[in-house]
T-cell receptor, first 109, second 114 residues
Framework: DAKTTQPNSMESNEEEPVHLPCNHS???????IHWYRQLPSQGPEYVIH???SNVNNRMASLAIAEDRKSSTLILHRATLRDAAVYYC??????????FGKGTLLTVNP | ETGVTQSPTHLIKTRGQQVTLRCSSQ?????VSWYQQALGQGPQFIFQ???????GRGNFPPRFSGLQFPNYSSELNVNALELDDSALYLC?????????????FGEGSWLTVV
C-alpha cells in the first residue's frame, strides 16, 4: 500500500499564503493525489486532486513534484475559515485512497 | 453539499450487537467506498463497491460486509461489534473518469460501541 506522510501541524496568519506539504514516496504511476479538509464532527471536504500536472481551482492550487513523490497544497490567502485538518491521500484506479494522518492548520487573525 | 448522504448520523450499540449503516451516493456515481476514521486518525479504507460487486477490500475482518443496490446506494454491516469499532464511518462516491475521478465524502455516521 502507498504510504503518505504529512506534518502534524502548521500555523499561518490570515491573508498570507499557506503551503501544506505531503510525501507519498511509494505512489504508483496511476495513483491520483487528493486533498481534503475536515472540520470537527464533519466529513472530509474535497479540496483538489491531480495526477501529474499542477492544478488550480477556486479553493486552492496543487503543485505536484516531477517525480510525483511529493505534493504541496497551496492556499493563496488564508482566512479563518480555512482552519481545519488537511488530509493528503493517494489512490489508484480502484479509488482506494490511502490517507496521511493529516495536518492541523491554525490560522491566526 | 456533496450529494452523498449517510444515515444514521449517530448511534450507540452494545458490544456483540450488529449494525447497518446506509449511504446514498451522488447522482450518477456508480462507485461507493466505505472508510473507518478513528479519533485523531485519517480515514482507513474498508472496501469498495462498483456496480453491485465488491471491488477491493482493506485490512478489515469478514465481520465487516457490505452491499450495493441497483440505484448505487450502499450499506455497511458490522457483526459482533467490538469496542474498537467505535469510530466515524464515512461513505465516498465517485463516477470515475467521466466525473474527473473526483471522490466525494458524506458527513459520516458516528458509531459508539459500549
Amino acid at each position: 500500500d502507498a504510504k503518505t506522510t504529512q506534518p502534524n501541524s502548521m500555523e499561518s496568519n490570515e491573508e498570507e499564503p499557506v503551503h501544506l506539504p505531503c510525501n507519498h514516496s511509494t505512489i504508483s504511476g496511476t495513483d491520483y493525489i487528493h486533498w481534503y479538509r475536515q472540520l470537527p464532527s464533519q466529513g472530509p471536504e474535497y479540496v483538489i486532486h491531480g495526477l501529474t500536472s499542477n492544478v488550480n481551482n477556486r479553493m486552492a492550487s496543487l503543485a505536484i513534484a516531477e517525480d510525483r513523490k511529493s505534493s504541496t497544497l497551496i492556499l493563496h490567502r488564508a482566512t479563518l475559515r480555512d482552519a481545519a485538518v488537511y488530509y493528503c491521500a493517494s489512490g489508484g484506479s480502484n479509488y482506494k485512497l490511502t490517507f496521511g494522518k493529516g495536518t492541523l492548520l491554525t490560522v491566526n487573525p | 453539499e456533496t450529494g452523498v448522504t449517510q444515515s444514521p448520523t449517530h448511534l450507540i450499540k452494545t458490544r456483540g450487537q450488529q449494525v447497518t449503516l446506509r449511504c446514498s451516493s451522488q447522482s450518477g456515481h456508480n462507485t461507493v467506498s466505505w472508510y473507518q476514521q478513528a479519533l485523531g486518525q485519517g480515514p482507513q479504507f474498508i472496501f469498495q463497491y462498483y456496480r453491485e460487486e465488491e471491488n477491493g477490500r482493506g485490512n478489515f475482518p469478514p465481520r465487516f460486509s457490505g452491499l450495493q443496490f441497483p440505484n448505487y446506494s450502499s450499506e455497511l454491516n458490522v457483526n459482533a461489534l467490538e469496542l474498537d469499532d467505535s469510530a466515524l464511518y464515512l461513505c465516498a462516491s465517485s463516477g470515475g473518469p467521466s466525473s474527473g475521478n473526483t471522490i466525494y465524502f458524506g458527513e459520516g455516521s458516528w458509531l459508539t460501541v459500549v
